[in-house]
């Protein structure tokens, strides 16, 4: 449990320092405020939300708690398990994924409106093989309490969070607010390219992404954890430093460095839909770049000698830069622009007719030879670019994102 720096008086003590040890369950830091003495980022809430946000951790509490129960369980066991819960065909995929998947699959399908419930998956658990998941709620609510506040996701933690990796090297991530956007490109935008398009409108929902591109430092320290799929190159990349984005790795690496963060950690960590990494880079805008018309090398690591719209040529460094080097966008996320092309989840498609509306990953249809790719040096918020999933290419490298894996 985390110590607090401060006591809160009178009878709230036991309140705070259950918020305090839920937020660490979610790896969220809390200091105190002095002025209200009350934990940071609490201080303006009554007793009454402040205990409707203890539920919201109790309940992330136990969906890590239930993350890693099932991802332990043997197949055979688990297979089992959905057979009990009557999980309708289709919720979760029956193909030889990483387990983390589908337990991620599992649980999205109980919270969801027609699923069974956290609470059925628990007694599930205790009737067929005998694992007690605890109950994570350790008081009552206040007398005067009559209904609770309805509190975002985003609110019961911190906009910047971390994960510990170990030996000091931690995983930094950013809230992203639930939004509606326009993906891709319109007809007037300069160098685009037909596979940007149609433009569609998009509604994604909030989720964590990496606050920049998985480092060296974060990559070796993931890559020594015990393997899923298959063997991981601890340091891959051509240009070395650990704060440098890691390169030179594929999308089946990419993969499986996100299913040993996922058991690590015990919550789902994926690669981001490419509608979800289209909608962080661009932060609410809609210009060709999050910075606006044009970019410059003051703002970016891309080769400065090619200019667009009005730009003017800069420095071409020849090399990646340490992550956080250029200023970050709206949402505070650094590198969408420049340094490394990102991999994400979705299979490559020629253009955007029948994408999902709702930020889900794409596996369906098109070339399911090719994975997606964004970012990189050619800069645009909308430009794609494709690889086969074993290409160890350079400049490529990766963004995790923290969300239900949905398709």
Same mark, same amino acid.
């Given at each position: 449990?985390?110590?607090?720096?401060?006591?809160?008086?009178?009878?709230?003590?036991?309140?705070?320092?259950?918020?305090?040890?839920?937020?660490?369950?979610?790896?969220?830091?809390?200091?105190?405020? !002095?002025?209200?003495?009350?934990?940071?980022?609490?201080?303006?809430?009554?007793?009454?939300?402040?205990?409707?946000?203890?539920?919201?951790?109790?309940?992330?509490?136990?969906?890590?708690?239930?993350?890693?129960?099932?991802?332990?369980?043997?197949?055979?066991?688990?297979?089992?398990?959905?057979?009990?819960?009557?999980?309708?065909?289709?919720?979760?995929?029956?193909?030889?994924?990483?387990?983390?998947?589908?337990?991620?699959?599992?649980?999205?399908?109980?919270?969801?409106?027609?699923?069974?419930?956290?609470?059925?998956?628990?007694?599930?658990?205790?009737?067929?093989?005998?694992?007690?998941?605890?109950?994570?709620?350790?008081?009552?609510?206040?007398?005067?309490?009559?209904?609770?506040?309805?509190?975002?996701?985003?609110?019961?933690?911190?906009?910047?969070?971390?994960?510990?990796?170990?030996?000091?090297?931690?995983?930094?991530?950013?809230?992203?607010?639930?939004?509606?956007?326009?993906?891709?490109?319109? !007809?007037?935008?300069?160098?685009?390219?037909?596979?940007?398009?149609?433009?569609?409108?998009?509604?994604?929902?909030?989720?964590?992404?990496?606050?920049?591109?998985?480092?060296?430092?974060?990559?070796?320290?993931?890559?020594?954890?015990?393997?899923?799929?298959?063997?991981?190159?601890?340091?891959?990349?051509?240009?070395?430093?650990?704060?440098?984005?890691?390169?030179?790795?594929?999308?089946?690496?990419?993969?499986?460095?996100?299913?040993?963060?996922?058991?690590?950690?015990?919550?789902?960590?994926?690669?981001?839909?490419?509608?979800?990494?289209?909608?962080?880079?661009?932060?609410?805008?809609?210009?060709?770049?999050?910075?606006?018309?044009?970019?410059?090398?003051?703002?970016?690591?891309?080769?400065?000698? !090619?200019?667009?719209?009005?730009?003017?040529?800069?420095?071409?460094?020849?090399?990646?830069?340490?992550?956080?080097?250029?200023?970050?966008?709206?949402?505070?996320?650094? !590198?969408?622009?420049?340094?490394?092309?990102?991999?994400?989840?979705?299979?490559?498609?020629?253009?955007?007719?029948?994408?999902?509306?709702?930020?889900?990953?794409?596996?369906?249809?098109?070339?399911?030879?090719?994975?997606?790719?964004?970012?990189?040096?050619?800069?645009?918020?909308?430009?794609?670019?494709?690889?086969?999933?074993?290409?160890?290419?350079?400049?490529?490298?990766?963004?995790?994102?923290?969300?239900?894996?949905?398709?």
């Amino acid at each position: 449990m985390l110590r607090m720096q401060c006591e809160p008086p009178g009878k709230s003590v036991a309140l705070f320092h259950a918020i305090a040890h839920y937020s660490n369950l979610s790896t969220s830091a809390i200091a105190c405020d !002095d002025k209200y003495r009350k934990p940071q980022g609490y201080s303006g809430y009554s007793e009454e939300e402040l205990f409707a946000t203890l539920a919201l951790m109790s309940d992330r509490a136990r969906r890590y708690q239930l993350f890693h129960l099932l991802s332990n369980l043997p197949p055979t066991q688990f297979e089992g398990l959905l057979f009990a819960l009557n999980l309708p065909a289709g919720n979760v995929s029956a193909s030889s994924a990483a387990q983390s998947y589908r337990v991620g699959e599992l649980l999205q399908w109980a919270e969801s409106p027609i699923g069974c419930g956290l609470p059925e998956v628990a007694i599930a658990l205790k009737d067929m093989f005998g694992i007690d998941v605890p109950d994570f709620m350790p008081t009552e609510p206040p007398a005067s309490m009559t209904q609770t506040p309805e509190l975002k996701v985003e609110d019961a933690q911190p906009p910047e969070w971390k994960e510990h990796l170990g030996n000091g090297v931690y995983l930094e991530m950013v809230n992203i607010p639930a939004g509606r956007f326009w993906m891709g490109s319109p !007809d007037s935008e300069a160098e685009r390219s037909e596979d940007e398009g149609p433009v569609h409108s998009v509604t994604v929902p909030a989720l964590a992404m990496g606050q920049y591109p998985v480092t060296q430092a974060e990559w070796s320290e993931v890559a020594a954890l015990p393997k899923v799929n298959q063997d991981l190159k601890p340091f891959p990349s051509h240009f070395k430093g650990q704060r440098r984005p890691v390169e030179q790795v594929s999308w089946d690496e990419a993969v499986e460095f996100c299913d040993r963060l996922s058991r690590f950690a015990q919550r789902l960590y994926r690669l981001p839909s490419e509608a979800e990494w289209e909608y962080a880079c661009r932060a609410r805008t809609q210009t060709p770049f999050y910075f606006g018309e044009t970019l410059s090398t003051d703002q970016a690591n891309y080769d400065g000698r !090619d200019t667009y719209g009005k730009g003017v040529k800069g420095e071409y460094r020849q090399q990646t830069t340490d992550v956080g080097s250029f200023p970050a966008n709206g949402f505070g996320l650094y !590198d969408l622009h420049g340094n490394v092309w990102e991999w994400c989840q979705d299979v490559w498609h020629s253009d955007y007719q029948g994408a999902p509306a709702d930020g889900s990953v794409w596996m369906t249809g098109g070339d399911q030879q090719w994975r997606v790719q964004r970012g990189g040096w050619n800069c645009r918020s909308a430009l794609r670019l494709w690889d086969t999933p074993a290409n160890r290419a350079g400049g490529v490298g990766l963004r995790v994102v923290c969300a239900p894996f949905r398709t």
